[in-house]
């Protein structure tokens, strides 16, 4: 299985497809095709799962905008992934998603033996859904 290291998510048009450009630590690179269907079922898992970290403090909502922010701020810029046409490049048929409490395990499924999985922690996985612009209207 492939281990991420850092990805880049890019919209592309002419795919009408989102390209999540990965990273190992080796610096080998893989680009993972992710369809709006599968996005759509992701993205209120990532969402809920961050909800439910504050949904017994007072003023919740507040808080997630508050930290939502921070997130923002405290985001350092670093150099994109690049995807490379000749490296490996797959479409990601499902995706497995493991939580605890300190971080997601997101698990990308392609065809028979194409996996890579990808751990954020709660801080980079607001960073990368503000980025993203998959961060709902209200909760920024």
């Known amino acids: 299985m492939i281990k991420l290291e850092r990805i880049t998510t890019e919209y592309i048009v002419r795919e009408d497809r989102i390209r999540l450009s990965g990273e190992r630590a080796d610096g080998a690179t893989v680009s993972i095709w992710l369809t709006q269907h ?24 507040t808080l997630h905008s508050f930290v939502q922010q921070m997130a923002k701020a405290e985001l350092t810029l670093q150099r994109p992934v690049r995807a490379i046409a000749s490296r ?21 499924r392609g065809e028979e033996d194409q996996n890579a ?13 503000g980025q993203s612009g998959c961060w709902p209207e209200g909760l920024d």
Do not use: G, H
């Not at 999985?117 to 859904?129: D, E, F, G, N």
């Open 38 to 61: 599968l996005l759509s079922r992701l993205l209120p898992l990532l969402l809920q799962w961050i909800e439910r970290l504050c949904a017994n403090v007072p003023r919740a909502e």
């Open 88 to 108: 490996t490049a797959w479409l990601a048929r499902s995706v497995d998603v493991a939580q605890s409490r300190k971080a997601v395990r997101l698990t990308f």
């Open 117 to 129: 999985s990808l751990t954020l922690a709660v801080k980079p996985l607001r960073q990368w859904l």
